[in-house]
């Protein structure tokens, strides 16, 4: 028998995962019930995919195996306190709120299968990469199900749990740095001529190549680097330009206080 999945929260990642366990046949549209507060948001995505509406969360516990929470870290009290009126044993918790660890879910849902994971935007293109952490009651077999479940939108690795707020820093809000680093490639290249359609995607597609090239080759970025850099050439003065104004460090800081940022989420609820 099939595994039935809940998805409480039905937004861009619920949505995302919800189309790529499809597309990859790893669970069937009959298999899967949704809930969200946001019932046009809702009716929306069972029409699209012919998924199971519920009507709350206690039907969807209910009628599940797996329960994968979806909400954003503000909401997520509120719905582990009703989940866990429920929920058993025999069920198991997948929780894609960020900054919420695993003591915060294991208070709410103590004895229960439970698992912390940090997914990243580029996996509505099939494209992410999700950082999984498992609580100590998540068996082998669960375990195998939830590396195919995200697989199914990009890459997966397993982490310490203690390394999750780094993860979300890192790669949870990552995205967002890489966007804004290609839309000043991009504006550079209008201001030294290039029409703005051309030098856009000369800007992704060179992100993009040179994030295939260490994925790849498995070379360290710094030698990759230096068989572009030749001496005198005009890629050092660029690199120069970028250390003059302390792009490197900008980076650094930035993962580290969205990381804190990640902590201070976790220590709220």
Known sequence: MEDKVFFVGI???????????????????????????????????????????VNNIKEGVELSDIILIAVKPQHIKGVLE?????????????????????????????????????PNTPAQVGSGISAISPSKNVGKEELEKVLKFF???????IVRENLMDAVTGLSGSGPAYVFLMIE?????????????????????????????????????????KEMVTSPAGTTIEGIYALEKNKVRAAFLEAVELATKKSKELGEDK
């Open 184 to 224: 000043a490639l991009s504006d550079a290249g209008v201001r030294m001529g290039l029409p703005r359609a051309i030098s856009l995607k000369l800007a992704a597609h060179t992100v993009r190549g040179a994030a295939e090239m260490i994925i790849q080759t498995g070379r360290n970025p710094e030698v990759l």
């Open 11 to 53: 937004g861009a990642m619920g949505s995302t995962l919800v189309k790529g366990i499809i597309e990859s046949e790893v669970v069937s549209p009959k298999d899967i019930y949704a809930y969200d507060v946001d019932k046009d948001k809702l009716n929306g995505i069972v029409d699209t995919f012919g998924i199971n509406k």
């Open 82 to 118: 009703e989940i866990s009126k429920y929920v058993k044993p025999s069920k198991l918790v997948i929780s894609i709120a960020a900054g919420i660890g695993l003591s915060i879910l294991n208070k709410y849902l103590p004895g229960i299968p439970v698992v912390r994971i940090m």
């Open 151 to 157: 697989g199914s939108v990009g890459e997966t690795v």
